[in-house]
């Protein structure tokens, strides 16, 4: 090895390490057990992942070479050679864990401190740098209001949140300041606390954003696993195994529904985000966070299971791949399995209340 490639090696190792970091972060599907407090060093060191039934499963380890190793929380115990009091303990926790539905931040920001499970770093819950950048457009539209209250047509440059709450701590205008005092007048705070009020109100519509970027890319695989659908149904053999056909047709009918009430949630949300600028107050903000952040759990755990269950399919099927029988046989093997899960979800989900 060159002296030249043995520098590297650190290097890529590097890299490497924290585009994993930035995936798990900012996954739906992924919780890398080292933000929790386990004592196990084999368990702090494994993921706990969604399988494509949407199970729950600890992933040992993972790489290109020998693939992925994942264990159902209930078989955990066998992998130790040891029994000790700080192993039960950790299984306990991880019990707790397989029963969230979604392991993005804003769901597990909620579920943890619902099971009364600590982190050990509070980052950990919060969005990557690359996607807080990638989701600034997502952005734009739920602070344009608040710029036009503030700057009116004076509209500043922001890259992300941090810029836009900086913006608002150091108003270089006497027209602006007076505006900043009657937005705190009107939110019940004082002057100086309307940053603090717009890192929430950024948090707040960050996760709204997120959420919608994902909802967006699976509206664009959901597109062509209907096409897939369309050919399979169309298959003369499988027309005559009408338990074949009438599982592919259910299951493509309830992928498509569940898109379309994820979609309507987006629609109340949009509409309920422009009213609250038509007089926004305490009161209108309390109730447009609520509306939000009572969805987390919901919307993250229906779009977690439409993520997994996409990322199964185009895994095995993508590019082109394999006939419709093959993905017939595969729609009535595991594929379909765990589709009870996100209608379960679905039932959960609070009701809309319009500002």
């Not at 769901?107 to 009364?116: A, M, P, Q, S, V």
């Not at 599982?247 to 898109?259: E, G, R, V, Y």
């Amino acid at each position: 090895m060159s002296f030249a490639t043995a520098a590297a090696a650190p290097l890529a190792a590097a890299k490497s390490a924290k585009a994993k970091k930035k995936q798990e972060q900012d996954a739906l599907h992924i919780l890398p057990l080292s933000i929790v407090p386990l004592q196990t060093p084999g368990l702090q060191r494994a993921r706990m992942i969604k399988d494509p039934r949407l199970d729950s499963v600890v992933e040992l380890f993972h790489d290109a070479s020998s693939g992925s190793g994942c264990v159902p929380p209930e078989k955990l115990a066998q992998c130790f050679n040891e029994q000790t009091d700080e192993l039960d303990e950790d299984l306990e926790l991880i019990h707790r864990l397989a029963t969230l539905n979604s392991y993005d931040v804003y769901t597990l920001r909620i579920e943890l401190r619902r099971l009364e499970i600590r982190v050990n770093d509070v980052e950990s819950l919060r969005l990557s740098e690359d996607k807080n950048r990638e989701l600034t457009e997502y952005m734009r539209g739920f602070t344009r209001p608040l710029i036009n209250q503030i700057y009116g047509d004076a509209r500043p440059e922001f890259n992300n949140m941090s810029d836009l709450v900086g913006l608002f701590n150091s108003p270089d205008k006497d027209k602006v300041l007076m505006n900043i005092i009657r937005m705190a007048e009107r939110l019940q705070i004082q002057p100086p606390e309307v940053p603090a009020f717009l890192e929430e109100y950024g948090d707040v519509f960050l996760s709204l954003a997120y959420y919608r970027n994902i909802v967006e890319d699976l509206m664009v695989r959901l597109e062509k696993f209907t096409e897939d659908m369309s050919e399979i149904l169309s298959n003369q053999q499988i027309k005559r195994d009408p338990r074949i056909s009438d599982t592919c047709l259910k299951l493509d009918q309830k992928f498509n529904d569940i898109a379309s009430w994820i979609a309507g949630r987006f629609e109340s949300f949009d509409r309920n985000s422009q009213t609250l600028w038509t007089d926004i107050n305490a009161e209108s903000f309390r109730k447009m966070k609520r509306l939000i952040t009572g969805h987390y759990t919901t919307i993250g755990g229906m779009l977690c299971g439409m993520e997994v269950k996409m990322d199964a399919w185009e895994e095995k099927f993508g590019g082109g791949r394999g006939g419709p029988l093959a993905k017939a046989d595969f729609i009535m093997g595991d594929f379909r399995q765990g589709m009870d899960v996100i209608a379960r979800i679905k039932a959960q989900a609070p009701e809309i209340q319009d500002l």
